[in-house]
């Protein structure tokens, strides 16, 4: 079957001298991985078109479980992402996150097109690393099912506190007062509290439309992290570099 669609490549691995072996995020069947025959040749339209980070028009050809890229038109390149080591390493932890938790043989639109989105604002400057971090780590896990629970403490029902602990493993909150022990949880004061409710509940639109503080982005970048962590029970190897980078 021959089809074509629109994808960004999230991990590239090259295999002889000439060929690469992508995964891409496409718009109509969300993670693929492809096999990219002479891609490595410098003069082929390909190579830069299934160069990581790449956003490409596919036409893409699958037998079975196999794709092969036929044809490659790269539609845009984030080329001042690529020479800021930071930034890179950054958004290499969301392909790690993307190649986890998208869909496979499905559409995958909303994940795409957030995808783009925070790349195209860290490239151009638009949001700081940490604000983007929080908002693309939560809504990737929302929008892959896994919906925290943030409207109240689960033990006293209140809404806010001055400070109110976010629980990973449960996805729920309990306030100041209920709490007696604040290990393995997130302590949010309520503006951080605000912001985490804000990337899960705000509108695609509005997402990246906040402010917070520097101690405030902290804490919300610490509850979406150790979210990720407890719920998918894993380690991510670029977050961890990116943390040793930025002494995080
Ligand atoms: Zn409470």
Same mark, same amino acid.
């Given at each position: 079957m021959k089809f074509q669609t629109d994808g960004l490549i999230i991990r590239e691995q090259n295999i002889g001298e000439n060929d690469r072996l992508v995964w891409v995020l496409t718009r109509s069947n969300g993670v693929v991985k492809a096999f990219a025959r002479g891609a490595k040749k410098l003069d082929s339209a390909k190579c830069s078109a299934t160069s990581l980070l790449s956003y490409s028009r596919l036409t893409l050809y699958k037998s079975r479980e196999n794709y092969i890229v036929g044809d490659a038109k790269t539609l845009r390149i984030f080329s001042k992402l690529r020479h800021d080591v930071r930034k890179m390493c950054l958004v290499q932890y969301f392909c790690e996150i993307a190649r986890h938790i998208c869909p496979r043989e499905q559409p995958a639109d909303e994940f795409l097109r957030l995808f783009l989105n925070s790349v195209y604002l860290l490239s151009e400057n638009k949001r700081g690393e940490l604000l983007v971090k929080a908002c693309f780590e939560m809504r990737y896990m929302c929008m892959a099912g896994y919906k925290p629970d943030l409207l109240m403490c689960r %033990? =006293?029902?209140?809404? $806010? #506190?001055?400070?109110?602990?976010?629980?990973? +493993?449960?996805? %729920?909150?309990?306030? =100041?007062?209920? +709490?007696?022990? $604040?290990?393995?949880?997130?302590?949010?004061?309520? #503006?951080?509290?605000? #912001?985490?409710?804000?990337?899960?509940?705000?509108?695609?639109? %509005?997402?990246?439309?906040?402010?917070? $503080?520097? /101690?405030?982005?902290?804490?919300?970048?610490?509850?979406? /992290?150790?979210?990720?962590?407890?719920?998918?029970? +894993?380690?991510?190897? #670029?977050?961890?570099?990116? %943390?040793?980078?930025?002494?995080?």
């Open positions: %033990k =006293c029902g209140a809404y $806010s #506190a001055p400070l109110v602990y976010f629980l990973p +493993r449960e996805g %729920k909150l309990e306030c =100041c007062n209920c +709490r007696r022990s $604040s290990d393995k949880v997130a302590p949010l004061s309520e #503006a951080a509290l605000t #912001a985490l409710r804000h990337t899960v509940f705000a509108e695609d639109s %509005k997402l990246f439309s906040f402010a917070l $503080s520097d /101690e405030g982005l902290r804490m919300l970048n610490n509850a979406t /992290e150790l979210y990720l962590r407890c719920q998918l029970d +894993r380690d991510f190897q #670029a977050l961890n570099f990116y %943390k040793t980078i930025t002494n995080g």
